[in-house]
């Protein structure tokens, strides 16, 4: 059975509009400790840490480049 928390994750990282999808899950109030798997918690705070970045700020992070 596969993992919700990993399943919102690629759901975003994978959608048209990466960014805006992102900025929705945050709106809705999704945050590190909303995570119970470490895998996720991880991969979360990579996004995070991407799209907060201030000088390319808004940007998720390509599933090619999160699999470095």
Not at 16 to 42: C, H, L, Y
Not at 52 to 63: D, I, K, L, M, T
Request: glycine share 4%; with cysteine.
């Amino acid at each position: 059975m596969a993992n919700w928390e990993l399943q919102l994750l690629s759901a975003v990282i994978r959608s048209e509009n990466p960014s805006d999808d992102w900025e929705t899950i945050i709106n809705e109030g999704v945050q590190f400790r909303t995570f119970g798997n470490m895998e996720a918690k991880s991969i979360f705070s990579t996004i995070d840490a991407h799209y907060r970045r201030p000088n390319n700020f808004g940007h998720v992070p390509s599933e090619a480049t999160l699999c470095e």
